[in-house]
Structure formats: structure tokens, C-alpha cells
């Protein structure tokens, strides 16, 4: 009997967890904690984007703000891809507006940075930007 490595198991145990919800529509439950944004410092951010888009302004409270940027409505649903202490993976759908891809990686608990991919209102993007906080949110 050939055994499955632990790496082909929790792959398949993601993706098991994962089908229920794929089938019967409702929103996927969280496979993992995403502990590491719950490390970064809560209050203001900027984002500055490597395309030379202006900078936007974000008040940080529990680090997951910064997953979808381009997705602002609640309700998405997210699977967790990558959850390590450094370095975050999360892919989501958000009915009738898109998808997106966010890895987030950490430099220090007020410094991260951000790729993002998908599709928004019909329409491809992509993009990367260091997010820095800047001090309290008003």
C-alpha cells in the first residue's frame, strides 16, 4: 500500500474541505488562521504601488484589509493557499464581481508586501505595493 507524502495530504485535505462549499454555494470556512496578520500594527497604511498609481490610504485592524484591496464588498469567499509565519497566500470569489489572488509577505510587523491578481467588474488586474503604516486611523 503507497502512503501519501504529508504535503500531497494537507493538499488534499484543503481541497476535501473546500468542495462543499464549492457545491452548495455558501462561503468557504477558513482552513487556516492567517495568524500572521493578526501580528502587523493596527492603525493607518499606505500603499504605495510599484506602477506609480497614487498611494492609498487604508486603516488597518486586523491585517485581512489588506487581502482584497480590489474587492472592498463583504461576503467573498476565501481559501487559504499559504499560511506561514512570514508569508500569507489567500485566493477568493466574490459573486458577480470577480476573483482575486493576494500573497502577502512580512517584512517587520509594520512593513509588508503585496501582489494581487484577478478580475474586478469585469475587468483584469494586477498589481504590486509595500504597505507601510503610517500612525493612528482618524
Same mark, same amino acid.
Given at each position: ?18 468542495? +462543499?462549499?464549492? *457545491?452548495?454555494?455558501? +462561503? ?15 492603525? @493607518? ?34 481559501? *487559504?493557499?499559504?499560511?506561514? @509565519? ?25 512593513? *509588508? ?6 478580475? @474586478?467588474?469585469?475587468? +483584469? ?14
Amino acid at each position: 500500500m503507497k502512503f501519501m507524502s504529508n504535503r500531497k495530504l494537507v493538499a488534499l485535505s484543503a481541497l476535501l474541505a473546500a468542495v +462543499p462549499a464549492a *457545491v452548495l454555494g455558501g +462561503p468557504a470556512l477558513a482552513q487556516s488562521s492567517l495568524a500572521m496578520l493578526d501580528t502587523l500594527e493596527k492603525g @493607518a497604511w499606505e500603499l504605495r504601488f510599484r506602477d506609480g498609481t497614487a498611494p492609498r490610504s487604508i486603516c488597518v485592524r486586523s491585517g485581512r484589509e489588506l487581502i482584497q484591496l480590489r474587492h472592498s464588498e463583504p461576503g467573498c469567499n476565501r481559501f *487559504v493557499v499559504e499560511d506561514g @509565519a512570514d508569508e500569507v497566500t489567500v485566493q477568493y470569489t466574490c459573486r458577480g464581481n470577480g476573483y482575486g489572488r493576494t500573497n502577502i509577505r512580512k517584512e517587520g510587523s509594520s512593513l *509588508v508586501q503585496i501582489d494581487s491578481q484577478g478580475i @474586478a467588474d469585469g475587468r +483584469p488586474f494586477q498589481f504590486s505595493a509595500e504597505a507601510r503604516r503610517t500612525g493612528s486611523c482618524r
